[in-house]
Antibody, heavy 117, light 110 residues
């Protein structure tokens, strides 16, 4: 059974940093594209970042470029999102998801990031 | 990277069919067959319902179907059931490693 468990969310002040983690199991993590997708309270889904299986390529939505960094540790079956210079508009539930080449076919339960003073 | 356009709401009675549209551009929906649909119930993670425009993953009922014409993709739910009431989102590859989601449609079963 595929399991994705996010952690690391919480309350942070504007300008602060946070590191999200996603622990994966039940599939071959090292062969899978992984992504982060977020959802602001009461709003729709927004793709944030994706990373190639070997970590050699990373892609970001324009609004987080230069502030967020996606990374992975394949031996630990873990995905990360380092978020710096956080803004109020980054407040959202962050989901990690497996991308199978065509769609985001497995999702975690999400972790809430709240940016407020 | 503009969101794909979906109607805010759709509705139908049990047993009826309803179609939700998802309009993009030639740079996303019209340019690729990487169009997918997701069902999200309140407080839950999204669930993949349709992949590659029209393919149903294992376990998704056959009453869910997808199609695409030009820059617009569609999700049709036939034989509506009460359990189909949820928010639905489309998504498309947008080139250069980027992805875009739709604005979301709240489906109500009357």
């Amino acid at each position: 059974e595929v399991q994705l468990v996010e952690s690391g969310g919480g309350l942070v002040q504007p300008g602060g940093s946070l590191r999200l983690s996603c622990a994966a199991s039940g599939f071959t993590f090292s062969s899978s594209w992984m992504s982060w997708v977020r959802q602001a309270p009461g709003k729709g889904l927004e793709w944030v970042a994706s990373i190639k299986p070997d970590g050699s390529a990373k892609y970001y939505v324009d609004s987080v470029k230069g502030r967020f960094t996606v990374s992975r540790d394949n031996p630990k079956d873990s995905l990360y999102l380092q978020m710096n210079s956080l803004r109020a508009e980054d407040t959202a539930v962050f989901y990690c998801a497996v991308y199978n080449g065509w769609a985001f076919d497995y999702w975690g339960q999400g972790t809430l990031v709240a940016v407020s003073s | 990277q503009s969101a794909l356009t979906q109607p805010p709401s759709a509705s139908g009675s049990p047993g009826q069919s309803v179609t939700i549209s998802c309009t993009g551009t030639s740079s996303d929906v019209g340019g690729y067959n990487h169009v997918s649909w997701y069902q999200q119930s309140p407080g839950k993670a999204p669930k993949l319902m349709i992949s590659e425009v029209s393919k149903r993953p294992s376990g998704v009922p056959a009453r869910f179907s997808g199609s695409k014409s030009g820059n617009t993709a569609s999700l049709t739910v036939s034989g509506l059931q009460a359990e189909d009431e949820a928010e639905y989102y489309c998504s498309s590859y947008a080139g250069s490693g980027n992805y875009v989601f739709g604005t979301g449609t709240k489906l109500s079963v009357l």
